[in-house]
RNA sequence: GCGCGGGUGGCUUAGUCGGUUAGAGCACCCGGCUGAUAACCGGGAGGUCGCAGGUUCAAGUCCUGCCUCGCGCACCA
């Protein structure tokens, strides 16, 4: 069988056509039976993984990548692939691992992708580093967004309704729910290779798990960190919940509604502070005034009647004395008024005003109750500059009242209306309804409380429209509310908190310097109780008297039950499993030391606080785990969005810095944002978010995980664009294929094994150990890039490599090489160095995206990529190597790179700039790329003489010179060395840089410049203050490139010989013909060895040498060839081409 | 309002210590090349580097102010 046709492609730029030409290709192996269409899956055909006598590769077929990779799952299952890259390292040092736990009860998006990413790249690539780094999986499972899900599904619009429904039953409802979506994320994870156990996870609903959080509390609780007090929230009464922040920022409306400028009447003096409020409803709770100690007030005097204008309820009589902030007086005041005195906030403190309503509020032991207070906060951009302080409806009011000594009561009940005893026309009233009741009660004469002035005590009543946060179920206006609360101190670690973050390594370091330590420089006391029903309950019992008791086990709940039924206190049974839910522990009921009955507190916990606990509780610590808890404390990763800022890196070190005193976590890389192709962040209630089996079922999941990873720094905001995965998987993996395909089937063919043959490095071609070179600076550098948290810069980086360096330019230089069917030194070098490039290059990859990388190595190897080390070394594996430190040379000796050789990487790049300076010639004059150069001529630079043949074959040159006179071709251009010249010509540097730049005789004025210095414009310009650029004469066919930077940048001439002869324009000539009815061969779907008969007829043709002509024949698989004659014409039906005024036509048959 | 991070051709982005022609990829146009893949090569068009000041011989880069987007905090009386 005849293989010329093959043959014939190689030969096509070459100027040595006929050299390579192998004319006995019988008994050769037919290189046209590839299985071109065959299914990939059998290449996965090696049964062993851990074997490496499985080197000879088989051939590749078509990549279907989504294929590829279920079948690959399926055999990672089958061989426990995760668990043996685990076990493999065995006897390596630790890296330990956090994994943070998600929700289940919400369905998956492409930002879970994303983190599960880089968890995943981190663990792997550590792991290949021979750490031992073991992932269990992790799911959170309290909490508000559970419960809410099982209310809309139940319709249980408030607590009313929930405990109606009754609690049980409603936990029981939450318990399911929260594995709503854990197939799906199941599915996600295995399906994106994200290598995590999810058989043996912890979780926060265990029994175990919730123990080992009630353990941590009673530690805070001992050390003196825990205690109960207020906490104002936003409150709906009608659903009797309040809400997170998060979710108060779902119902934010904009209304409008009545404020109200308040006379509060002083006692020892005639004159009355005003204040403003924009909720009347909180004017009976009124317990203070808040002033700036450092704003100006004034008192005035109301000087006469308000004009026409003044329109509503309220007033003041002339005569009456009022006391504001200065500033505010213009836009308060509806009177004019003499100023009669002016003083600081200051003054005014400790004055004594009579309440509004006087029942409202029993003053108990408060000597501070309806005084004037100072708080640094107040301010005067709206209101009077006096704030209203009605202790229990306000966060500032409520933090103001405890430092200030107030009487914390409650005017309003949980249901919203007014306790009984607030005022008689008030009492069992909704509070928003009594707007006008209040108001109405103030302007009567002498006010609501008798006292005041006969114009009572409103003076203005203004519409004021603002946003305000409504309930998102009811859509009713939430009320601030100061809810009984428990608190974790964290006030008083707060040195300790900065100091443990201090010594984590963040990624990015601004987040922790910045966004994190921001935080943590204001901590306020951790509000860990939640009036809710799902989650972990306060192990908190607690008697009338206020004794109280934090409970720490399941064992010690038992000795307390049996306490409490020895004291005569019935209770229900306590077994060993008892649920450690509610309403199960409600119903135990303790005993205090005194004797009296105690009752838990009726709370469950932030669920915040539960995944905070997950470095101990995972382990059930104390109970069990001890040891695996302390090996692995402080973990050494953790990798999270960076909403998690104020959520789970900050529960974590909270709970360790409270309980163990230590920090949580040493490193912890933050991730940005991830929005959608539009900018808009990805959420459920936009429905923005991508479904990550999009591209799983599409491009996959390995071109999914690297775009993600190179389209940005891992803490950038990312925009997630489908069409980017597209490209990825089009460029890199396609790309990758390709060149293992083309590698692998020539391998198959010629039975290249790796193992038993041998090609020495030093005797392989300056191309072999280039890309050998290549790979080991890339390797380099891609590991540099993961050390540094620079993941997208390093893929971006190897990217490169496989497309350009690779595939662009070793592979296309090397398909001759292996299309020799005959043995040779060469040819096996270049199947030695493809077998070492990608093996390598696999296992950098493999961290990454880890699907076709490991089809590659197993196929090339007989090994999963998975057991492979880690090519620059394998740190984790060095006796002594912890997570943090090891010995560094001891470690690089582990590298498994090839030789580096710098000078040829730079030569190579000169050549390749040469290459395409020669395209650029040929644009630049006309000149088709087919028809032949009689030479080339290589001027200045660097000995090629190696690349000659090369180059020549790249440029279609029959010969390449090396011009020793520079001046034949080059000229000189100078150019200002800014740097330099600056400081000697100051404001003179533009125009003597121009001076330079425009010198008419360039040569004479370096000649100047190197005989001491030739005089510019005054200046004296020395050698350091100019570059020398060498540039092509015009008027020849050349290009210049400038290769190496700085002292090291050499300028090479590239010129080109345009002048015809008749052999060359025969020669090109030929090659067109070829060109053409190749392309007609390939479109009528000929094989490769099927003949044809070749008609060609020509108009206006250069004469064609006969062993031209042959040629063609030759290429084409011509049985019969005829030329006709310069003047015959041709038939209707042959095809024409034209090219350089030659008119073509030829017939294939 | 305060803090952090962005704003660079239609899109995605690089840009070091301030150095004079702002660099890539996608898409587009022209040409070339191809038994090389969803390719490859050369060329082209497309940029007031968010706006306005300032420092400097020189600003995408440093400073100030503003606009705008994202995130977080405080959102108040």
Request: hydrophobic share 40%.
């Amino acid at each position: 069988m005849h293989i010329e046709g093959l043959e014939g492609y190689a030969s096509i730029f070459s100027p040595f056509f006929g050299t390579n030409q192998r004319t006995d290709a019988e008994g050769g192996k037919n290189r046209d039976d590839w299985p071109k269409k065959s299914h990939f899956g059998s290449d996965i055909q090696n049964e062993t993984t851990g074997g490496t006598n499985m080197a000879r590769p088989s051939s590749a077929g078509e990549l279907d990548a989504v294929a590829l990779e279920t079948a690959l799952l399926e055999q990672w299952k089958q061989e426990s692939a995760f668990q043996a890259s685990i076990e493999s390292r065995r006897n390596g040092a630790p890296f330990i691992f956090l994994e943070g736990p998600p929700t289940a009860n919400g369905k998956p998006g492409i930002h879970h992708v994303v983190a599960r990413t880089y968890k995943d790249l981190v663990c792997r690539w550590k792991t290949m580093e021979g750490f031992l780094v073991e992932r269990k999986g992790g799911w959170d499972t309290h909490g508000l967004p559970v419960e809410i899900e099982v209310q809309k599904r139940l319709d249980l619009m408030s607590n009313e309704q929930i405990e109606a429904f009754g609690m049980d039953a409603f936990n029981q409802a939450c318990r399911e729910s929260v594995w709503t979506y854990e197939a799906a994320w199941r599915e996600m994870t295995e399906r994106m290779a994200y290598w995590v156990d999810l058989d043996n996870p912890y979780v926060t609903l265990h029994n175990d798990y919730v123990e080992s959080c009630w353990w941590a509390l009673k530690q805070m609780f001992d050390k003196g960190l825990l205690y109960r007090g207020h906490k104002v929230l936003p409150y709906c009464p009608q659903t009797g919940t309040s809400y997170s922040s998060h979710e108060v920022a779902l119902g934010y409306k904009e209304v409008e509604e009545p404020s109200v400028y308040v006379k509060f009447k002083l006692i020892d003096d005639d004159a009355s502070i005003l204040a403003w409020t924009t909720t009347p409803w909180t004017l009976p709770g009124n317990v203070g005034l808040a002033v700036g100690p450092d704003v100006t007030y004034v008192r005035c005097r109301i000087k006469e009647a308000a004009g026409e204008s003044w329109e509503g309820v309220g007033g003041a009589e002339v005569g009456e004395e009022i006391i504001l902030a200065k500033d505010l007086m213009k836009e308060v005041l509806r009177h004019h008024v003499d100023i009669i005195d002016e003083f600081p906030g200051s003054s005014l403190v400790g004055q004594a005003y009579e309440s509004l309503f006087p029942e409202a509020v029993p003053r108990g032991d408060s000597t501070t109750a309806w005084t004037v207070l100072e708080a640094d906060w107040v301010t005067t951009t709206d209101g009077t500059g006096v704030v209203h302080t009605a202790v229990m409806y306000g966060e500032d009011d409520y933090n103001l009242g405890m430092e200030a000594g107030l009487p914390a009561y409650h005017t309003v009940g949980m249901d919203g209306s007014f306790v009984s005893g607030t005022h008689p026309e008030l009492d069992g009233k909704y509070v928003k309804d009594c707007d006008a009741t209040i108001i109405a009660l103030l302007s009567a004469s002498g006010g609501s409380n008798g006292k005041g002035p006969d114009s009572g005590l409103l003076y203005r009543e203004k519409a004021y429209s603002h946003d305000y946060p409504h309930c998102w179920r009811t859509d009713h206006p939430l009320l601030y509310y100061a809810m009984d609360s428990w608190f974790v101190r964290m006030t008083a670690v707060k040195e300790k908190l900065l100091e443990f973050n201090d010594n984590v390594e963040w990624a990015p370091d601004w987040v922790g310097e910045g966004r994190f330590g921001e935080w943590l420089r204001n901590v306020k006391d951790w509000a860990i109780s939640r009036e809710r029903y799902w989650g972990t309950p306060l192990p908190v019992w607690r008697s009338e008297e206020g004794e109280m008791k934090c409970v720490g086990s399941i064992e010690e709940l038992q000795a307390e039950v049996a306490k409490a039924i020895a004291a005569g206190i019935e209770n229900p049974e306590c077994p060993d499993d008892v649920d450690l839910h509610r309403p199960i522990v409600d119903n135990y009921t303790l005993v205090s030391d005194d004797g009296k009955p105690m009752h838990r507190e009726p709370f469950v916990m932030d669920c915040w606080f539960d995944s905070g606990c997950a470095p101990f509780a995972q382990w059930h610590h104390p109970f069990d785990g001890g040891e695996r808890f302390n090996a692995s404390f402080p973990v050494d990763y953790i990798c999270e969005g960076v909403d998690q800022t104020r959520g789970w890196f900050y529960t974590l070190l909270a709970v360790s810095a409270t309980v163990f005193d230590s920090m949580a976590y040493k490193r912890c890389l933050s991730l940005g944002l991830i929005l959608d192709a539009e900018g808009k962040k990805m959420s459920k209630s936009r429905g923005n978010i991508v479904d990550p089996w999009d591209h799983f079922n599409r491009e996959g999941a390995d071109a999914t995980r690297w775009y993600m990873v190179t389209a940005g720094a891992p803490w950038n905001p990312l925009k997630f664009d489908s069409n980017g995965v597209r490209e990825t998987y089009a460029k890199m993996f396609l790309t990758l294929w390709n060149v293992y395909k083309f590698h692998v089937d020539y391998a198959a063919l010629d039975g290249f094994d790796p193992l038993k043959s041998e090609s020495p490095v030093e005797q392989r071609s300056e191309l072999d150990r280039w890309i050998l070179s290549r790979l080991h600076t890339v390797a380099l550098g891609y590991h540099d890039g993961f050390v540094n948290w620079q993941y997208h810069k390093a893929c971006r980086d190897l990217e490169d490599f496989v497309v350009n360096d690779l595939s662009n330019w070793y592979v296309r230089r090397s398909r001759r090489r292996l299309w020799d069917e005959a043995e040779s030194g060469d040819k096996l070098a270049c199947q030695h160095t493809l077998h070492e490039v990608l093996t390598t290059l696999c296992k950098l990859i493999a961290p990454v995206s880890p699907f076709m990388v490991d089809t590659i190595h197993r196929n090339l190897n007989g090994s999963s990529v998975h057991q492979a080390d880690w090519p620059v070394g394998v740190p984790g594996s060095i006796d002594g190597a912890t997570a943090d430190a090891w010995d560094e040379a001891a470690a690089k000796a582990t590298a498994t790179l090839p030789l580096q050789d710098l000078a040829l990487e730079a030569t190579m790049t000169l050549i390749r700039e040469l290459a395409e300076a020669g395209r650029r010639i040929r644009i630049d004059v006309g000149r088709r790329q087919r028809l032949p150069c009689a030479q080339g001529w290589i001027v200045a630079g660097p000995d090629l003489a190696n690349f000659h043949d090369l180059l020549a074959e790249e440029l279609n040159v029959e010969s390449i010179h090396v011009e020793n006179d520079l001046d034949r071709f080059q000229r000189i251009e100078l150019a200002p060395n800014f740097r330099a010249l600056a400081p000697k010509a100051r404001a003179q540097v533009n125009d003597v840089a121009a001076a330079i730049k425009g010198a008419e005789d360039p040569e004479a004025l370096l000649e100047a410049i190197r005989n001491g210095g030739a005089d510019v414009l005054g200046v004296t310009v020395e050698e350091s203050d100019v570059e020398v650029k060498r540039v092509e004469r015009s008027g020849f066919a050349a290009q210049t490139v400038e290769v190496g930077e700085g002292e090291a940048s050499m300028h090479v001439s590239l010129v080109l010989d345009m002048n015809d002869t008749p052999a060359l324009l025969s020669k090109g000539m030929a090659r067109d013909i070829t060109r053409r009815v190749q392309a007609k061969r390939k479109a009528l779907d000929l094989a490769i060895e099927a003949t044809i008969d070749l008609e060609v007829w020509m108009e206006n043709a250069p004469e064609m040498l006969q062993e031209d002509e042959a040629w063609v024949a030759h290429e084409t698989r011509s049985a019969g060839c005829v030329f006709h004659p310069e003047g015959s014409s041709a038939p209707g039906e042959a095809e024409t081409f034209e090219v350089d005024g030659t008119i073509v036509s030829f017939i294939v048959s």
